[in-house]
Structures are given as structure tokens and as C-alpha cells.
């Protein structure tokens, strides 16, 4: 069961083979024995959890449950849930305890009655791409514990990686869903901005962040999206649009698809190991009867610089509320307010996002608003416009996820702008609001997982996630599990 899909836990369920509450049980019973080896968890309430699986089982027995009653699940420790530890890894927010839900949490817990297992580990307020960042201590890589699982959201594809929870939430604002899945071998899948509620989700920046799934399969990952998106009138931008199906393409037919290979993808910078996995996955697909195009985006190479000047400028802004006056830490001595703002500040938060609020206040700042922020948001435009020209030629895009394997913890911490990089392929993406994800496609010489990501157009997340799963559904990539003794 620890390593199960949803689907064979659904049946199981409804087969009446096992309870929620001992589907529970074993979960807890795992996180248990092993968080404290990958510090995938920063708070588990085996109390609230065994009362969420009670309640699910109450909904299986009257028969008035959804597909995904009674299936555990983790959430990322950025999203609200009632009366649980939030923190977004930060000391700034240690203690919070949110009164209210996520809009996120109120689908999957409280409509399609899933069970929470608990809130995962990841980079303080989503800012890294390690996840060493967090003020709870770095998580480890299940498939190499001397490296790290990826960030932002490590602790979540750790968390599924070790078999700690089948399914679990993410928050991606320039890869942190796709990158962490692919250096832990598994499926991560962001929507198309607007598609899930932002509403709960501590924001970092705002026009950027977008909550998605991290699974081991693509049809996991649609169960899961399926639940979870929808409009909600208390985001402001959230999209209006039906609710979908995301697993109702898999099973239709692939011939005639074209994918387009950006050639800003298989230049230069890109690991050889990484890159061999890649064009055999690539291989498989037009075994499979895909054809392929060149395409080509030309202002990819601004979404790096573009990415680190819009984001820090939002993140400036969201984390102004932290202010050791209504909630969250503060400072134990100070001598008059404008010293409770600065200490609280300077002893809340940590060195990557003190780093980004001074970026961001600087590019914000009279006299360089026009030269850095605007110039960001123009940069943009183009790289949203180069997308729409390649998918005028082809169904969707194929690349590496990450130009690396999982780097050893520590390896990147004193060169932020080499840890920046490591989101090279992904961070153009949340820039143009598109829909993408990751899944497994082979191993480097070391054992280590690697990722394809392939990239589509706007509401397009169905077939995104469709080609995943015949790809899936013709190799075992996605079936192995951590070569270590967890």
C-alpha cells in the first residue's frame, strides 16, 4: 500500500480491504519511524489526522463519498489549514496557527474528503531551490540522503519519494513543484495560472505562485488537480472557467501529436547524462507515433534575469504585513517601535529571504522602478510571446526539467546565483502563466533520478498530463522506488 497509486487505493477503499483509518495509520506509523531521517514533515497532529480518516470512513459507509474520500494526503506547510501549525518554514511564523482554511484544503479535506497527513518541510516562504533554506533544517534527498530533494516544495517530493504519504501539495512560482520532482523521481504537475485558488496560500509573488500536485504518476496528479482547481470568488485571480476532468484524456488516442523541441533547451549548460535521458525519452515518443519540430525561443535567456527582478519585487511587497505587530514573531527586546520593526524582522526571517526583500525594495525604489521592474515586465511579455508563436507549430514543448541531477546539500548555498540557475528551464514557465510538469525519464551514472518537462499551451493541462501517462504507461521509470533502506 505505501507505494500504491490512488487508484488502487480507491478500490481498495471501496472494496472495503482497508479503512481509511488504518490507510492512516500505516502512513503515520511510517512518518514515524523515518522523518527524522529526511525531515520531510514539519508538523504531524495524528490526532486530527485519525478524526479527518473517521469522518472519511463515515462518508465511504453512507455512501456519499468522491473519488478521493478516505486517501491520505501531505500539504505543503504554505497553504492554511484551521487549527494547524502554518509556518512556511520560517521563524517568522513558527507558532501561527491559522483560523481558517486554504481554499486549497477546503476542496481536497473538507469536499472530496481526503485525509491529512500533515505539513511538509520546504524553503522559507517558497524562496530556494534546495530546500535548505527552511528555518526547521534542510530535507534530504530519500534517493541519496547527502543531497537535496529540490525546492521549493523538497519536503512535499520527498515526503512521496520516501512512501511517507501517496500524494502530496505543492506551490510553484518558478519550478518549485517541477524542479523538487524530478531530482526525486517523480510526477509534478503546475497548472495554468488562475486555475487553482491562491486564496490561503502565503504568497511570495503573487502574479508567479500556483498551487499543483506532486504524485508518482501523471494519473495521480490529474485525480488529484481534478479535486483540487476550480474558481473561487475570494481569489481575485483565480479564472473563471467549468470544472474539468483532467484524467479524461488518458486514454485517447496519440497518434498525430507534435511536440516542439525549443532549441534554448538542448544547447549548451545542460548535464550530458541529463540530456542523453531526455532525447531517449524523446525517442519513446516518436516510437510511440509523435512527431517533432524545431521551435525556437529566442527571449528564454531574459527569464532568469526577468524572473529574480519581478519576483523579489512582489515578495517585497507580500512580506511587508510581517511586522511583529499583528501576528507572527517578535522580537522579545526592543527599545521604541521603528527597533520592534527592525528586530523583528532581522531575527524573523533568514538570509535568502532577507535577500530577496532588499532586491525587490531596490528595484521598486524611486529612480530604478523604471530601469529594473518595468523592464522585467516587458521581458516578459516576450517570453509569453515567444510560447504563443511555438504552439502555433506543435501540441506541446519537451526539455530537461532541472540541467542537473540532485547536488549535494551545501554544494550551492554560497553562490546564490548558481543555485538560481538550477531553475534555468523551469522559470519561464510561471512567467508566461502556462501549464507544465515533470516526470521521471531515467537515471545518471550514480543512481540519481532525472526529469523530462513537457510544457503546454494555456488549459491545456488534460493533454499535458495525458502525454505523460502514455509515456508512463510504456516504461517503468516512474514504478522504481529509493535504492536506500528506508
Same mark, same amino acid.
Given at each position: 500500500?505505501?507505494?500504491?497509486?490512488?487508484?488502487?487505493?480507491?478500490?481498495?477503499?471501496?472494496?472495503?480491504?482497508?479503512?481509511?483509518?488504518?490507510?492512516?495509520?500505516?502512513?503515520?506509523?511510517?512518518?514515524?519511524?523515518?522523518?527524522?531521517?529526511?525531515?520531510?514533515?514539519?508538523?504531524?497532529?495524528?490526532?486530527?489526522?485519525?478524526?479527518?480518516?473517521?469522518?472519511?470512513? &463515515?462518508?465511504? +459507509? @453512507? #455512501?456519499?463519498?468522491?473519488?478521493? %474520500? /478516505?486517501?491520505?494526503?501531505?500539504?505543503?506547510?504554505?497553504?492554511? *489549514?484551521?487549527?494547524?501549525?502554518?509556518?512556511?518554514?520560517?521563524?517568522?511564523?513558527?507558532?501561527?496557527?491559522?483560523?481558517?482554511?486554504?481554499?486549497?484544503?477546503?476542496?481536497?479535506?473538507?469536499?472530496?474528503?481526503?485525509?491529512?497527513?500533515?505539513?511538509?518541510?520546504?524553503?522559507?516562504?517558497?524562496?530556494?531551490?534546495?530546500?535548505?533554506?527552511?528555518?526547521?533544517?534542510?530535507?534530504?534527498?530519500?534517493?541519496?540522503?547527502?543531497?537535496?530533494?529540490?525546492?521549493?516544495?523538497?519536503?512535499?517530493? &520527498?515526503?512521496? +519519494? @520516501? #512512501?511517507?504519504?501517496?500524494?502530496? %501539495? /505543492?506551490?510553484?512560482?518558478?519550478?518549485?513543484?517541477?524542479?523538487? *520532482?524530478?531530482?526525486?523521481?517523480?510526477?509534478?504537475?503546475?497548472?495554468?495560472?488562475?486555475?487553482?485558488?491562491?486564496?490561503?496560500?502565503?504568497?511570495?509573488?503573487?502574479?508567479?505562485?500556483?498551487?499543483?500536485?506532486?504524485?508518482?504518476?501523471?494519473?495521480?496528479?490529474?485525480?488529484?488537480?481534478?479535486?483540487?482547481?476550480?474558481?473561487?470568488?475570494?481569489?481575485?485571480?483565480?479564472?473563471?472557467?467549468?470544472?474539468?476532468?483532467?484524467?479524461?484524456?488518458?486514454?485517447?488516442?496519440?497518434?498525430?501529436?507534435?511536440?516542439?523541441?525549443?532549441?534554448?533547451?538542448?544547447?549548451?549548460?545542460?548535464?550530458?547524462?541529463?540530456?542523453?535521458?531526455?532525447?531517449? *525519452?524523446?525517442?519513446?515518443?516518436?516510437?510511440?507515433?509523435?512527431?517533432?519540430?524545431?521551435?525556437?525561443?529566442?527571449?528564454?535567456?531574459?527569464?532568469?534575469?526577468?524572473?529574480?527582478?519581478?519576483?523579489?519585487?512582489?515578495?517585497?511587497?507580500?512580506?511587508?504585513?510581517?511586522?511583529?505587530?499583528?501576528?507572527?514573531?517578535?522580537?522579545?527586546?526592543?527599545?521604541?517601535?521603528?527597533?520592534?520593526?527592525?528586530?523583528?524582522?532581522?531575527?524573523?526571517?533568514?538570509?535568502?529571504?532577507?535577500?530577496?526583500?532588499?532586491?525587490?525594495?531596490?528595484?521598486?525604489?524611486?529612480?530604478?522602478?523604471?530601469?529594473?521592474?518595468?523592464?522585467?515586465?516587458?521581458?516578459?511579455?516576450?517570453?509569453?510571446?515567444?510560447?504563443?508563436?511555438?504552439?502555433?507549430?506543435?501540441?506541446?514543448?519537451?526539455?530537461?526539467?532541472?540541467?542537473?541531477?540532485?547536488?549535494?546539500?551545501?554544494?550551492?548555498?554560497?553562490?546564490?546565483?548558481?543555485?538560481?540557475?538550477?531553475?534555468?528551464?523551469?522559470?519561464?514557465?510561471?512567467?508566461?502563466?502556462?501549464?507544465?510538469?515533470?516526470?521521471?525519464?531515467?537515471?545518471?551514472?550514480?543512481?540519481?533520478?532525472?526529469?523530462?518537462?513537457?510544457?503546454?499551451?494555456?488549459?491545456?493541462?488534460?493533454?499535458?498530463?495525458?502525454?505523460?501517462?502514455?509515456?508512463?504507461?510504456?516504461?517503468?521509470?516512474?514504478?522504481?522506488?529509493?535504492?536506500?533502506?528506508?
Amino acid at each position: 500500500m505505501i507505494y500504491a497509486s490512488l487508484s488502487t487505493l480507491r478500490a481498495a477503499l471501496a472494496a472495503k480491504k482497508i479503512s481509511s483509518v488504518e490507510l492512516a495509520r500505516l502512513f503515520l506509523d511510517r512518518i514515524a519511524r523515518m522523518n527524522a531521517r529526511i525531515n520531510a514533515f514539519i508538523t504531524v497532529d495524528e490526532e486530527k489526522t485519525l478524526a479527518a480518516a473517521t469522518e472519511a470512513d &463515515a462518508r465511504l +459507509a @453512507a #455512501g456519499n463519498a468522491s473519488p478521493l %474520500t /478516505g486517501i491520505p494526503l501531505a500539504q505543503k506547510d504554505i497553504f492554511c *489549514a484551521q487549527g494547524w501549525r502554518t509556518t512556511c518554514a520560517s521563524r517568522m511564523l513558527e507558532n501561527f496557527i491559522a483560523p481558517y482554511d486554504a481554499t486549497v484544503v477546503t476542496k481536497l479535506e473538507r469536499e472530496a474528503g481526503m485525509v491529512s497527513l500533515g505539513k511538509t518541510n520546504m524553503d522559507e516562504f517558497a524562496m530556494g531551490s534546495s530546500n535548505e533554506t527552511s528555518y526547521f533544517g534542510a530535507v534530504k534527498n530519500p534517493w541519496d540522503e547527502a543531497r537535496v530533494p529540490g525546492g521549493s516544495s523538497g519536503g512535499s517530493a &520527498a515526503a512521496v +519519494a @520516501a #512512501g511517507l504519504t501517496p500524494v502530496a %501539495t /505543492g506551490t510553484d512560482t518558478g519550478g518549485s513543484i517541477r524542479q523538487p *520532482a524530478a531530482l526525486c523521481g517523480l510526477t509534478g504537475v503546475k497548472p495554468t495560472y488562475g486555475i487553482v485558488s491562491r486564496y490561503g496560500m502565503i504568497a511570495f509573488a503573487s502574479s508567479l505562485d500556483q498551487g499543483g500536485v506532486i504524485g508518482r504518476t501523471a494519473e495521480d496528479c490529474a485525480l488529484v488537480l481534478s479535486a483540487m482547481a476550480g474558481f473561487d470568488e475570494k481569489d481575485s485571480t483565480s479564472l473563471e472557467r467549468p470544472a474539468e476532468d483532467y484524467s479524461r484524456l488518458m486514454d485517447a488516442p496519440f497518434a498525430g501529436l507534435t511536440i516542439g523541441l525549443p532549441k534554448e533547451f538542448f544547447s549548451e549548460g545542460c548535464d550530458a547524462e541529463v540530456m542523453t535521458a531526455v532525447q531517449a *525519452a524523446l525517442a519513446e515518443y516518436q516510437k510511440l507515433g509523435a512527431k517533432t519540430v524545431e521551435v525556437t525561443l529566442p527571449n528564454m535567456r531574459l527569464s532568469v534575469p526577468a524572473y529574480y527582478v519581478i519576483a523579489p519585487a512582489e515578495a517585497s511587497s507580500n512580506l511587508s504585513r510581517f511586522d511583529g505587530v499583528r501576528y507572527g514573531y517578535r522580537a522579545p527586546e526592543y527599545a521604541n517601535l521603528t527597533e520592534m520593526y527592525e528586530k523583528s524582522r532581522a531575527q524573523g526571517f533568514g538570509a535568502e529571504v532577507k535577500r530577496r526583500i532588499l532586491i525587490g525594495t531596490y528595484v521598486l525604489s524611486h529612480g530604478y522602478y523604471d530601469a529594473y521592474y518595468l523592464q522585467a515586465q516587458r521581458a516578459r511579455r516576450l517570453i509569453a510571446n515567444d510560447f504563443a508563436e511555438a504552439f502555433k507549430r506543435c501540441d506541446v514543448l519537451l526539455g530537461p526539467t532541472s540541467p542537473g541531477t540532485a547536488f549535494a546539500l551545501g554544494e550551492k548555498r554560497a553562490d546564490p546565483v548558481e543555485m538560481y540557475l538550477s531553475d534555468i528551464y523551469t522559470i519561464a514557465v510561471n512567467l508566461a502563466g502556462l501549464p507544465a510538469l515533470s516526470l521521471p525519464c531515467g537515471f545518471d551514472a550514480k543512481g540519481l533520478p532525472i526529469g523530462l518537462q513537457l510544457i503546454g499551451n494555456y488549459f491545456d493541462e488534460a493533454r499535458v498530463l495525458a502525454i505523460a501517462h502514455v509515456f508512463q504507461r510504456a516504461t517503468d521509470w516512474h514504478t522504481r522506488h529509493p535504492a536506500c533502506n528506508l
